[in-house]
């Protein structure tokens, strides 16, 4: 039993239809009736069959329907024959369809994709999962909202649009930069756009989000300084990573890590100027604290060793040179076999024993390295000391901030040495001819022990393919750890598929204490602040917020570029903000991280009801939290 339905499309109940029937004769009449109508041929034809008897025996037995449906679609039948489905089904018009009868409301967030490139199977795996959920919500009576957006900004767009304009780039100013960025991604967008339409994706399509609109753009200027105002953001010195191939800051998330990567490693000693007080040896002088570090254009930089508080360490002879060498107790073998020698023991002391240690530095006379306590010293790899450059490692940043130790960079945008950092040095790029010149330098002062090649994970600009440095700069943080412990206890409610997820994010969050989100380059939202010449204090306020926000929404961001400085910051917002001259201050020239555009995206998109409603289906429902969510929970109390 079951519904039938004939040509007009009418539909009779199984009651129905069998209060109709009288007896088994008239079912076996209409049964052969039906099988008549739905008598079909073979696909190779029914004349082969007709001739050869015995083989169509059962051929009326078999109740097939008839349908004008072609067996298969070739060339442009299939896509015609689609787009003619979506048309007469009026896939268009669904969305609207629905939003305009009664319901509850249902809401999907979309987070924008990069508008940097032609749709992939990355864009159809995201929206047809959000589009399914959708759909099933909206056959359970619920009011879908879900509007579509792109991510406009960001050096993935700016270097296509550079790619397209050959060597003319090089001559392009900012401005121009910014004109061939959006109209690439203008472009980009409307075939996006397109692909996603003709999936049958259901959607407020006549309604986008852009986050190079001049509106989104002064919410985010908006949001920037809600975030300053609560000391969620901050301008600070420190150690960031770096790409030498596109000249900016990066975050975590822009890397990728090569795990073919060849670094060349180097063992190097660290003669004692002054001995530990627990350390005894017949010939203080010849004790050289030892060191093994993967990048040795990082030496020049070294302002301290550091040591693990708890582990042993051990005082060695070399039986091959009689040198006396300060290392690691649990690295006394395999020390020994990469340097192809043997150690006899002299002493072992607890690692807090090597406090007042004093090294001279392997290649500038004059300069000292402190032997200094540290958490982030391991015995898995090298030696248990660790070489620290402070302008070049987050670990050896927070052991410099500890002991006030110099955090002076040698390095350049592009990964040059400067002037700073000797003639030796001068305008060699670090990791090639700055490694081979650094790695000279030790043999010629008769401190380098062991070279050797390394393979192993290292960080690279995952736009650009090539390696990143860490390097020390001025720039723009926000302040996670102070979130920290209320992100995590809501993050502990997210219900994640893996679990194992939850895991490695709640560890993300530990680890992470700030976000840097300065880049410096010119397609982007600028950060609103001006630098005094002379202090480069910054100057921002609610002054020059209110302003930047009005000129914004009437210019859009490019009024950073175009507009003089004089109607950036007038004589007026100057005299309320205790200045004098305009001409005392330049504006800034970084940009905000892209992930701060689409970070706030909610801010544009969902607003007022739909935001709680949107943050009660992220709490209540318990899919992913975006930190932005939490944050704007944060800004409104």
């Known amino acids: 039993g079951g519904r039938r339905q004939d040509r007009t499309g009418r539909t009779d109940r199984p009651s129905t239809m069998m209060s109709t029937l009288t007896g088994r004769s008239l079912l076996a009449g209409k049964c052969r009736a039906a099988a008549a109508r739905c008598r079909v041929r073979p696909a190779s034809g029914g004349s082969t069959w007709d001739r050869e008897p015995g083989k169509n ?43 305009n009868r009664k319901g ?25 999962l959000k589009d399914i959920t959708n759909r099933f919500q909206m ?100 150690p960031v990573f770096w790409s030498p191939s596109t000249r900016t800051a990066l975050a975590e998330a822009e890397l990728e890590y090569n795990q073919q990567h060849v670094s060349r490693s180097v063992y ?43 582990a042993k360490y051990s005082l060695v002879k070399c039986l091959n040179t009689e040198e006396l060498y300060l290392l690691g107790a649990e690295c006394i073998d395999s020390t020994a076999a990469i340097l192809e020698t043997q150690f006899e023991i002299l002493q072992v002391v607890t690692g807090s024993d090597l406090e007042g240690g004093v090294c001279t530095h392997p290649t500038i006379p004059g300069r000292q390295s402190r032997l200094l306590p540290a958490n982030h010293v391991t015995m898995q790899k090298g030696t248990g000391l660790v070489h620290t450059a402070p302008a070049h490692g987050m670990e050896d940043y927070s052991v410099a901030s500890q002991h006030e130790l110099s955090v002076d960079c040698l390095v350049d945008e592009d990964g040059i040495f400067t002037e700073a950092a000797g003639s030796d040095l001068q305008n060699k790029f670090v990791l090639k001819e700055g490694n081979e010149t650094v790695i ?61 997820a939850m895991n490695s994010m709640l560890a993300m969050l530990d680890r992470r204490t700030y976000w840097c989100i300065s880049r410096q380059r010119c397609w982007g939202v600028p950060i609103p602040v001006f630098y005094h010449k002379e202090t480069a204090e910054p100057l921002i306020n609610k002054y020059t917020r209110d302003h930047l926000i009005k000129l914004t929404k009437e210019h859009g961001t490019d009024c950073w570029w175009t507009l003089p400085l004089d109607q950036l910051l007038t004589k007026e917002i100057l005299i309320k903000s ?45 899919p992913f939290i975006c930190m932005f969510s939490f944050m704007d929970s944060k800004l409104k109390k």
């Open 440 to 500: 000279q330098m030790l043999q010629g002062s008769k401190m380098l022990l062991k070279e050797e090649d390394v393979q192993h994970s290292y960080p690279y600009d995952w736009r650009t393919k090539k390696p990143v440095i860490i390097r020390s700069s001025k720039q723009w943080f926000i302040d996670t750890g102070k979130i920290k412990d209320q992100a995590q206890e809501l993050l502990k409610k997210v219900e994640m598929v893996p679990r194992s």
């Open 139 to 238: 056959m359970r009576g619920k009011r879908v909202h879900f509007i579509p957006g792109w991510d406009c900004h960001g050096l993935p767009i700016e270097l296509r649009a550079l790619a397209e304009c050959g060597e003319q780039a090089k001559t392009l100013s900012p401005i121009e930069i910014r004109q061939k960025a959006r109209e690439f991604a203008e472009r980009t967008i409307e075939r996006q756009r397109a692909a996603f339409i003709r999936w049958g994706v259901m959607a407020d399509w006549d309604n986008c989000y852009y986050t190079f609109d001049k509106q989104y753009e002064a919410k985010q200027l908006e949001i920037f300084h809600q975030m300053f105002d609560k000391g969620y953001i901050y301008q600070d010195y420190k």
């Open 57 to 99: 025996k059962f051929r009326d037995t078999v109740l097939l329907p008839r349908t004008e449906l072609p067996m298969r679609l070739s060339g442009r039948q299939l896509p015609d024959k689609e787009l003619q489905i979506q048309r007469e089904c009026g896939f268009s018009e669904l969305y609207t369809w629905q939003r």
């Open 578 to 622: 205790g200045g004098s001259d305009v001409s005392n201050y330049i504006k800034g020239e970084d940009i905000l991280d892209i992930w701060f555009d689409s970070g706030i995206s909610w801010a544009n998109v969902l607003s007022g009801e739909k935001l709680s409603i949107h943050r009660r289906y992220l709490l209540k429902k318990k």
């Open 104 to 128: 509850k409301e249902f809401c999907i967030h979309d987070g924008p994709p990069y508008a940097n490139g032609d749709p992939h199977v990355g864009h159809a795996l995201n929206k047809i």
């Open 268 to 310: 190097v000693k660290f003669p004692l100027l002054k001995m530990p007080s627990k350390i005894t040896s017949e010939n203080a002088s010849s004790v050289n604290a030892l060191i093994w570090t993967t990048q040795p254009w990082t030496i020049p930089a070294n302002q301290a060793i550091c040591y693990m508080p708890n």
